[in-house]
């Protein structure tokens, strides 16, 4: 599930549109609030419910922390650098967690054309650019070894 608005949260500031980069969230001309115009173009990236001031948009969580039927808010706290996190499940159950803000400074990733070209034998791996090394994970990404698999998967 994409984001959503609750509508009477909004109050319209328009910080969900500025920071969109699926371009989706607009302002509605009559109601003056924000809507997901194109819920089947949601990154669910999480940066307008982060962005919201008013604690006013939801989403799906990511089936590593929640699984489906649930929603999510996020509270962006930037003078406690903390993000608080609200999974709300159908039975009622609530989970309340706090990350802290990471932030990274503005200019300091390099852009695609920055970096060295990859190898012809890099561009048939599994991994993504500059993977492992961007992730400083020392000696490889963690993988199954055929001894891990179930009988006859191999
Ligand atoms: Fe746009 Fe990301 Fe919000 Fe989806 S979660 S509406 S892609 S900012
Ligand atoms: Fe409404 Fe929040 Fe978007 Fe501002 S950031 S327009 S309050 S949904």
Redesign the pocket.
């Known amino acids: 599930m994409p984001t959503f608005?609750y509508m009477t949260?909004?109050?319209?500031?328009?910080?969900?549109?500025d920071i969109c980069p699926s371009d989706i969230?607009h302002?509605d001309k009559t109601y003056r609030?924000?809507y997901n115009i194109e819920p089947n173009m949601c990154w669910e990236c999480y940066s307008?419910v982060k962005?919201?001031?008013?604690n006013?948009?939801d989403a799906r969580g990511y089936a590593d922390f929640a699984p489906l039927g649930h929603s999510v808010r996020a509270l962006r706290e930037e003078a406690k650098g903390t993000i608080s996190w609200k999974i709300k499940f159908r039975d009622g159950r609530e989970k309340d967690f706090v990350s802290p803000i990471r932030t990274t400074e503005w200019g300091s990733i390099p852009s695609p054309a920055d970096l060295e070209r990859p190898s012809a034998e890099a561009m048939k791996s599994q991994e993504l650019a500059h993977e492992p090394d961007a992730l400083k994970i020392s000696g490889g990404l963690p993988t199954l070894r055929p001894d891990q698999l179930k009988r006859e998967v191999v």
């Open positions: 608005v949260r909004c109050d319209g500031c328009g910080h969900c549109v969230m302002i609030r924000a307008c962005a919201c001031p008013q006013a948009i």
